[in-house]
Structures are given as C-alpha cells and as structure tokens.
C-alpha cells in the first residue's frame, strides 16, 4: 500500500518536473536551430537523455521511447535539420506530462505558436496569476533599476531574483508555459549574478529589462485574450522574446545554452525548486487589502449620500424646533458624515511611487539611447494621490523628462565639465505637499531655456510683433503653445517644446497649474501643482436665471463687478471688459446657455476671470452665491459629453448642479474670436 | 458573465416592462431596467440633444433624463402624478450605462413570445424600436434600450 502510493508520489513529481523543464524548450529549441551553436546540442541531448532515464524509472515506457528518439534524432539530423521532429516529440511528451484536466486542449499543446486556450486554464489561478505579476513585475523592475546604481547590491539582487521566481512559480501553476519560460530566463539570469559570475549593470542588466517588458506584454496578452476570444496568442515570436534575454554577445541561443547547465543543477534540488511554487500567495504577504475600485467608489458615493441626506434634514427644521437632545445628535450625525466623507477620501489616496519607478526606468532607455549620462533622482514617492490624478499624472511626467534628457542636458559632457559642471547629468523627480496640494517638480541640470531663441521663433511665426519685450515668464509660457512644439528649428537651437501644450492640456484636465524656473546654462525647472484628488473640488456657485452653475475656485482668477462702462462691445466681435489696462472676452453664460429674459438679469452682473490654455477670459453670470467643496459626478451619455459642462454634483437641496469646464469655455471662445478675426484679416 | 447572459435575453421569449406615452403601449427589456423611480427634480443641461431632458440626483448618482415623447415627436404634456422614470442599466463594451426614461405611465411586466414580434416598417419612430409585438389585441411596441439611452454611434461621451 505505501509502496505504491510512494511510486504515484514520485510519477506524479516526475510529470510535474518534467512538464516545467519541457514547457520552455520550444522557443528555445527554435532559437538554437536558427542559431546553431555546438553546446546546445550537448544540453539538448544532457536534457533528453535525463529525461528517458527517469521516465524508465517512473514507469513510462512511451515517454522514455519518445526521449531516446529526440537523442537519435539530434545525433543523426542535428539540431536544425530535425528541429520538427524534435518539436513533435516534445510536444507528445509535454501532452503526454500534462495532468488530468488540460487534455482537453491537445490542439493547443500541440500549436507551435505557444497559442494557449485560457478557458482551458483555472479561472481561480489564473486570476491569481494577474494579481500577482500586477505586483512583481514593477517590482522586479524597481529591484532591477536600483541594481544599476549599486551592482549586485544583495538585497536588490534577491528581490528581483524572488519576484522571478514566484512569478515563474504561479504561471506554471496557471498553464502559461510562456510566462514561465521567459521568467524562468530572468530568473537564471539574475542568479549568475547571485553567484557573482556577471556583475549586473549596463548590457547585463538589458536582458533582464528586456524580459520583464516581454512579460509585460505577455501579462497585457493574456488579459487581452480573455477579454477577447480566449486564447493567448503568442505567434511566433517567443523565440525572439527569449532571445531578448541574451546578452549581445556573439554567442545566439544563449538561453539554451545558460538553461541547459543551469537544468543539472536544478535536477539535483526538485524538491527545494517545487516548494516555493506550491506557496506564493504566502510569499507575498501584506498588510494591505485588495479592494476593488468599484467597491471604493460606491462606498465613496454613498458616504456622499449620506452627507445630502443629513443637509436636507438640517434644511427641513429649524434647529431650534428640535428639543436639545435632538439637535445635538443631528449635529454629531452632520460631523460623522464628513469624517466619514473624508476618510472615504483618503482612502482612494495611493503614493506615487509606481508612477515614479516608470520614470525611473524611461529616463534610464532614454539616456542610454541618447547616450547621454544622465542619474534620476526622485524623492517623495510616498506622497499619495487620488487613484484618477495617478494616471492622468504619467503623460505629462513622460513628456516633461523626455524634454530633460533630450533638449536640455547638453549632448556632450565636455561641455558641462567646460561650464563647471559635473559630466553626469542629474534629473530630479520630487513629490511633495504644498498647502493642500501636491506639488510635482521635475528638474534638469542642463542648458536651460534659449529665450532669445523662443521669443525670437515667436516673432517669425506672427506670434508677438517684432521688437516685442515680453516678461521672462511670459518667454517661457510660449513653449506651451500648440504648434510651437513642431516648431523644429526652436528644437534644434534651444531644446523644449516638444508636445509641451500636451503637458498643459492633461495639467488642465487635473486642475492644476505649472510654473518654469529656468536659468541659462545652470538648468530648467518645470513645477505643477495639482489638487489631492479630482473627486472633490472647491467651487463657486454662481446664478444664472434660476439656475446654479458651479466653477472650480481654481481656475478663477479674479471676480469683479464692473462698471457697465468698462464693457465694450467692437464693432463685430465678442464684447470685451477692459481690467487693469488689459482687454478680456466675456463669455455672457444666460446666452451661452440659452436662458431667456424671463427672469430678469442685475444691471451690474458679475465677472469670473477664468484662466485655461494660457489664456483669459471673463464669464458674466446674474448672482455669486458663496464658496463650498462639491463632490464631482461624472454623467453618461445621452447627457454627457457637452461642451463647456465638465460634470455634475449634487447640492445641498439635493438638486444636481452643473459643474463649468473652465478650458473648454476659454477654447469655445477662443475658436468664436479667432474665426471673428479671420475676416478682417483676409480681407 | 451575468450581464452577458442578461442581455443575451433580448431577443428571447421574454419579459418586457410595459409602459404608456399618449395612447401607445411601449416596453422595454426588463433585463435592462434597473428601477422605477418617482419623478425628480430635473436639471436641464445645456447643449445637450433636445430629447435630454436633462439630469436628475437619484439617490447621490447624476443620471440623464431621456424625454422619450421629445425623442418620438410626440407633443409635450404636463406630469400628472402617474408620470415617472424608468432607470436602466445597460452594459456596453465601454462600460455600464445608467439612464432614465420618462414615461406617462408604467403599466405592468409584459410577456411577449418572440414567435408574435415582427420588425418595424422602415422608418418608423426612427431606430429606436427593436420590435412590434401582437399582445392580445394591444400591439406593444418594443424599444432598443441602447439606442434610446445611448444613441446609433455607440457609447462614449461622459462627462
């Protein structure tokens, strides 16, 4: 009785095994045929050699057959000759090693490609697996950046190596032989330099990068896939992915050649190889708990509610109708709600730090393609943000430093060494909290803005009259300008520019706002200032007719109530107030939005500066009602997507307010007045 | 995968929420509706289509108002105390999609056998009818929830 339960034991430890050895030799064998190399066949045939051995002694006669038919094959074609044939024995074996539940899918096991049907697969694991290389490939990524500032530091090494690991562990547990293979790679790779045989920076770090990008991808794959028809398509390519792992050294089919010595190590040490796998989600234990985002949100929501809830009660008595006891538990019921409201809040908060670890390594591929030396230091990546700031944050971090490490360090570092300068070029990357808000600043120590050259690019390009004197910051607000980033020339001569009015425009969807330092010769300073979070904001609740409109305090930038006379009206073109010696557009909201004069307006209305594409312009509304923190709610379709109403949100009557998209106005006015001008200019 | 299966329902023998506008009786897929609600105060939003009637705070959510009489033509009438909302979810590819209707009158929950629903005649009432359906000797009209709430081009545009 034990004896044979002993013996399924170890057939069963012997499928295992051999389906995880066997699972990346496709692509490696394609690899090696294309590039043959004498050791490849050697470990090839260590391999196929081993595994007819232990198939004897496991009690599978077929598969130790099918094992000495490769070795033939291999002895008397070689490698490239009989690569199909060899690939067709392997993949009998691998169908023949497969357990119970995947002999469903023999056309997969089969399919060269590496095509994998994921409905075939455990939902459960599967899932797992997302969850975890969600974690342990920017993980991996962050250990593997650190590495190049400290090579071969310990614990960066033995992080990046664990990551590898268990995301090998938990894509085999899946079925995804690809993840598996291409980890496993990594996971070589990093263990030479565990044993110190290759020290980990610069082309023997590229490998290990490049893996992790074609996990990634294979990751987006797979989630891709069961979104879609369910199969994880890999045609083709996973011999290249796995000869992105090889260092460019002459020697192609590497991976072969690393995995097949690295095999008679491992074969000595199943056990300790196996047990990991069967224990990740251990492995990776935390004190955080998931939360779906969904979730969060409607929590979110209803706290919202509930604060409406309490402010219509509180609106319905006057707090004196109720006995004392009452009105006390009224107003603790209206504090709990906004602790509630707050907590709910901070909740969605999340630190910069992944975003961050992103930079890290573009500023890394940038700098190497450039071939510029340039060290990212950031700082402050604990500082939390709203989750939707988060990722609308990246574009513009990414066009901000690909300006750094393009325009701005100087391309060669003799030239900064002649300007006192250390060779190296240091970027800075800082998040910090400023006020009630987050302020993000991206530094370079490099040539700083050419103003001469952008105010002279400016001049040619009909932007300012000629013998303009423009305020240095006013200089600098000119790179923002759509079209002036294309603006080639400027390029060349100055730096910056490129895309720069992409960077504005995602600033303004976050409300924020950006200030430049730059000093020539000495370096460039791009600074913005964002809001804690895009759910709450602080507006002004302004009437028109009988209706409330609300404005984000933010974007205003002065309220007035001018004299009718300060108003003029140009012949033919959009009525202007004149403040302070400057001419401002007024966008008049009872016409924008249709309100007739069946409530008649004040003889002195009042007028919002508002501010947005960099430029102003004056919204004319009936009343100012006061100041409050709205909660934004998006609409759908059919009512979504209007210009100039950035959203919705509930107030304190419980009646819904349109929130004013203060950029989108600004444009609408800006197209009304420049078609205006178009005429006279043609004519 | 539920709501999959949900909207996978439409085109069976189903169950249909019966409503009135004018003299007609309409329904839409109760696989759809989300709830029935009372009329709520409505916030006109400007720029919007004219059969948007606007938008309404259902308990702490913003949802769009479609003015379905506006949408078919029909003339405008005053609410009586039977006017109400008919709140539907819809899931797209995009995402899910809640939206009101309103309607005169709900009725009651229809069940139409899908052997007794022909196609519109061309042109009628625009695109927004899925089918006609023979129910006794009313004939229900049955509406494409994604076309009234989303439109033709698909979803997108939120604000």
């Known amino acids: 009785m034990t004896a044979s339960l002993d013996k399924s034991a170890a057939a069963d430890g012997f499928r295992t095994r051999w389906r995880r050895e066997l699972a990346p030799l496709d692509g490696m064998v394609l690899t090696a045929a294309a590039n043959p190399a004498a050791d490849d066949l050697d470990d090839l045939l260590c391999l196929f050699h081993d595994l007819g051995c232990e198939a004897d002694a496991a009690g599978d006669p077929e598969v130790a057959a099918r094992a000495r038919e490769v070795q033939d094959v291999l002895l008397d074609e070689g490698l490239s000759a009989g690569v199909d044939r060899i690939l067709d024995a392997t993949d009998w074996i691998l169908h023949r090693l497969a357990p119970a539940r995947a002999t469903g899918a023999p056309g997969a096991a089969s399919d060269r490609t590496f095509d994998i049907d994921l409905r075939s697969l455990d939902p459960e694991t599967l899932r797992d697996f997302l969850e975890e290389a969600d974690e342990l490939l920017p993980e991996a990524e962050a250990r593997l950046l650190a590495l190049e500032q400290a090579p071969n530091e310990p614990s960066s090494l033995h992080a990046a190596f664990r990551a590898f690991h268990t995301l090998k562990g938990v894509a085999g547990f899946a079925g995804l032989a690809p993840v598996q293979a291409l980890a496993h790679a990594a996971e070589h790779h990093l263990d030479r330099a565990r044993r110190g045989e290759i020290v980990l920076t610069g082309d023997e770090l590229n490998p290990a990068l490049a893996a992790t990008d074609a996990l990634k991808r294979l990751v987006a794959d797979v989630v891709l896939g069961l979104r879609g028809d369910g199969w994880l398509h890999v045609p083709g390519e996973v011999p290249t992915l796995a000869a992105c792992l090889a260092p460019p050294a002459p020697t192609g089919g590497l991976v072969m050649l690393a995995r097949g010595k690295e095999r008679r190590r491992d074969a000595a040490i199943p056990a300790t190889a196996s047990a990991p796998i069967a224990a990740p989600p251990r492995a990776v234990q935390r004190e955080a708990v998931r939360v779906s985002a969904d979730r969060l949100d409607l929590l979110v929501d209803t706290i919202g509610e509930l604060v409406i809830t309490e402010a219509m009660i509180r609106r319905h008595f006057a707090p004196q109708q109720l006995p004392v006891e009452q009105q006390r538990n009224l107003e603790r019921l209206g504090k709990l709600g906004r602790e509630l409201q707050r907590i709910g809040l901070d909740v969605r908060l999340v630190p910069v730090r992944p975003v961050f670890q992103k930079m890290t390594r573009l500023v890394r591929d940038l700098a190497q393609k450039s071939g510029r030396d340039v060290e990212l230091r950031t700082s402050g990546e604990e500082t939390e943000l709203d989750r939707s700031v988060v990722d609308l944050l990246t574009d513009p971090l990414i066009h901000l430093l690909r300006n750094a490490v393009d325009h701005g360090i100087e391309p060669d570092p003799a030239t900064r060494v002649a300007s006192g300068k250390p060779a190296r070029a240091t970027i800075g990357l800082r998040a910090y909290h400023e006020g009630g808000s987050i302020v993000l600043e991206v530094e370079d120590d490099g040539r700083g803005l050419d103003r001469a050259a952008i105010l002279d690019k400016a001049i040619r390009r009909g932007l300012l009259p000629p013998g303009a004197q423009p305020a240095t910051h006013e200089i600098h607000d000119l790179i923002f300008l759509p079209g002036f980033s294309t603006a080639t020339q400027v390029t060349e001569v100055s730096g910056r520019g490129v895309g720069l009015d992409v960077v504005r425009r995602n600033l303004e969807e976050l409300r924020g706002g950006m200030e430049i330092a730059s000093e020539p010769g000495r370096g460039c300073r791009f600074r913005f200032r964002l809001p804690l979070t895009l759910a709450v904001i602080d507006g002004l609740l302004l009437g028109v007719g009988a209706e409330t409109y609300i404005v984000p305090t933010l974007a205003v930038l002065r309220i007035v109530r001018p004299e009718p006379a300060d108003i003029v009206r140009p012949f033919d073109a959009d009525e202007l107030l004149r403040l302070d010696g400057e001419l401002i557009p007024l966008l008049r909201l009872r016409e924008r939005f249709g309100i007739g004069a069946a409530v008649a307006g004040p003889a002195r209305p009042v007028v919002l500066v508002i501010e947005g594409d960099g430029c102003r312009i004056g919204l004319v509304a009936d009343e100012l009602f006061g100041q409050q923190q709205v909660v934004i709610k998006g609409f759908d379709r059919p009512a979504g997507g209007v210009p100039g109403i950035a959203g919705g949100t509930i107030l304190a009557d419980g009646n819904v307010a349109l929130i004013l998209d203060a950029p989108g106005l600004v444009r609408s006015v800006r197209a009304h007045g420049e078609r205006a001008r178009a005429i006279p200019a043609g004519a | ?159």
């Open chain 2, 1 to 159: 995968m539920e709501t999959l299966a949900r909207n996978t329902t439409v085109a069976a023998p189903g169950r249909y929420l019966g409503f009135r506008l004018g003299g007609e009786t309409y329904g839409l897929d109760i696989g759809v509706v989300q709830e029935i609600s009372g009329m709520l105060p409505v916030t006109r939003v400007p720029g919007a289509p004219t059969h948007v009637r606007g938008v309404v705070n259902l308990r702490g959510r913003v949802v769009p108002v479609v003015d379905l009489r506006s949408l078919f033509g029909m003339e405008a009438v005053p609410e009586s105390r039977r006017t109400c909302l008919v709140v539907c979810r819809i899931e797209t590819v995009a995402g899910t999609v809640v939206a009101a209707a309103v309607v005169d009158e709900v009725t009651d929950v229809l069940t139409i056998d899908v052997a007794t629903t022909a196609p519109p005649a061309d042109g009628a009432t625009g695109s927004c009818v899925a089918s006609l359906a023979q129910l006794g000797d009313r004939v229900v009209i049955l509406l494409d929830a994604v076309r009234v709430f989303i439109g033709a081009d698909g979803p997108g545009g939120t604000a």
